[in-house]
């Protein structure tokens, strides 16, 4: 195999890693439960699950990639011991890739049709929600048009992915994370300037226990738990592809929790666009857990867009960043693919662009066509995209990341003191001894707990 590529640049690496973990479900999901489910008291409950379980996985993920220098493709093969059977959970991690942009670059799709909407303005003669249901209703329905956006889509990310980690994968993702950021202060300092904005920012940053009560403490834990696990995407190989490309300069657990905090910063940051918003134009927080789906921000979201002043610039920004949200993510996935491929063939990242174009082409159809022709086929109650998404979010990562907890703490796997000595290799935040047994015993019953209550 060829020389490893690098980053160029640490910030790269974290812009690139967060680009991962900022995915569409955490910008429009996040704002959406927190409104459920109590508001400020659901984010602090959050983020502390964020700390207890989504940070420990990060730095493992991490850490067996950068011992590796491998992606999940043999990343398991090189680390286990011999005669050990780990480097069979690799295709869990691959089959997860490539169902999660099944549906991912489907919807990712669909941000590029309405920002192309908001900007030839005729979206912004209908005013109602209901009105913009039956719009987006049509798209989706509309065979072709998904595909040219799906396609468009793949196309675009993939090709910057055959440009190479520094010179494609890299050099974009900064611009447009950067731009990411730009926008969405942009558009809550504007939100902020709305004239109920101080009720919706004292629902979403003042902590009561109204909102826990109404919907008992046991569900709000939960739906925290579930996020706070589902937000990072860990569990496919997808973060840990981004650790193959660093040097051991840094402890791992400090560049985990500036990505962590990056997605938060992110999340937390839509919902001082939405709350304000919403406040304002719509009567307070109407979504409720049972509703949270894309098509809240074609909707809702949408309306209030186009009835407050300056509706279409606002639309347009916002759509403009939730592209650069998905485009993000659907290029970390791609390297990630990308990177097996590599791996485990002698083709140059061109030829596999190309092959990978085809097949993720092929493999979206079902997806589209699910609005369509398809739309009768149902499994366990659900539609082909919601049992695309079901297979990823609620069995594939959880599973995922039991597996990497195991392989790093567990004797028969890669082990504890592996472990410990490649994630505080370098300077910044190390992992305590003492937090040993928390991530070797209590860790996986979370995690367990968490596949349980999602997947039934």
């Not at 699950?49 to 730095?59: K, Q």
């Not at 001082?272 to 857990?289: E, H, K, M, Q, R």
């Not at 935040?429 to 209550?453: D, E, H």
């Amino acid at each position: 195999m060829k020389q490893r590529e690098k980053f160029s640049s640490r910030l790269g690496f974290l812009l690139i890693s967060a680009g991962c973990a900022i995915g569409l479900g955490n910008v429009y999901r996040f704002p959406i439960i927190t409104g459920a489910y109590g508001g400020a008291l659901f984010v602090l409950i959050y983020i502390g699950f964020l700390l207890l379980l989504g940070l420990p996985v990060m730095t493992m993920e991490l850490s067996v990639g950068r011992a590796s220098q491998r992606s999940i493709a043999s990343s398991f093969d090189v680390l286990e011991k011999s005669g050990q059977k780990w480097h069979w959970t690799k295709y869990l991690g691959i089959a997860g890739n490539y169902i999660l942009m099944m549906f991912y670059t489907v919807i990712s799709g669909w941000m590029l049709i309405y920002f192309f909407m908001y900007i030839g303005g005729g979206i912004t003669e209908f005013s109602t929600a209901e009105e913009l249901g039956a719009v987006f209703g049509g798209i989706v329905s509309n065979s072709g048009l998904m595909t040219i956006a799906t396609f468009s889509v793949i196309i675009i990310c993939f090709g910057i992915c055959s440009l190479g980690l520094q010179k494609g994968v890299e050099r974009i993702t900064k611009v447009m994370m950067i731009a990411l950021f730009a926008l969405m202060i942009g558009l809550a300092v504007y939100a902020c300037t709305l004239s109920e904005a101080g009720a919706g920012l004292k629902f979403y940053l003042i902590p009561t226990l109204a909102g826990v009560k109404e919907s008992g403490w046991l569900t709000v834990i939960s739906a925290a738990m579930g996020q706070a696990f589902f937000t990072l995407s860990i569990g496919i190989g997808s973060v840990a592809i981004f650790g193959s490309y660093i040097d051991k300069d840094r402890s791992l657990t400090g560049e985990a929790l500036t990505i962590m905090g990056l997605d938060t910063f992110v999340a937390i940051m839509s919902g001082l666009i939405i709350f304000p918003a919403c406040f304002t134009f719509n009567n307070g927080v109407t979504a409720d857990a049972s509703t949270v789906g894309a098509s809240f921000l074609f909707t809702t979201l949408s309306s209030i867009f186009n009835n407050m002043p300056g509706g279409q610039i606002v639309g347009i920004l916002f759509f403009l960043f939730m592209v650069f949200a998905a485009f993000s993510t659907v290029i970390a996935v791609f390297e990630n693919i990308m990177s097996f491929w590599l791996e485990l063939t002698n083709l140059s990242r061109k030829k596999i662009a190309i092959i990978n174009i085809i097949l993720m082409a092929l493999l979206s159809l079902p997806c589209i066509l699910g609005f369509t022709v398809w739309s009768d086929v149902q499994i366990g109650g659900k539609g082909i995209m919601d049992l695309e998404d079901y297979t990823v979010s609620n069995i594939m990562l959880p599973v995922g990341s039991l597996i990497y907890v195991l392989f790093c703490t567990c004797r028969y796997g890669w082990g504890w003191k592996n472990y410990f000595s490649e994630v505080n290799s370098g300077k910044g935040l190390k992992v305590a001894k003492w937090l040993r047994p928390y991530f070797a015993y209590v860790l996986p019953i979370i995690i367990i707990a968490v596949l349980i209550m999602s997947a039934f």
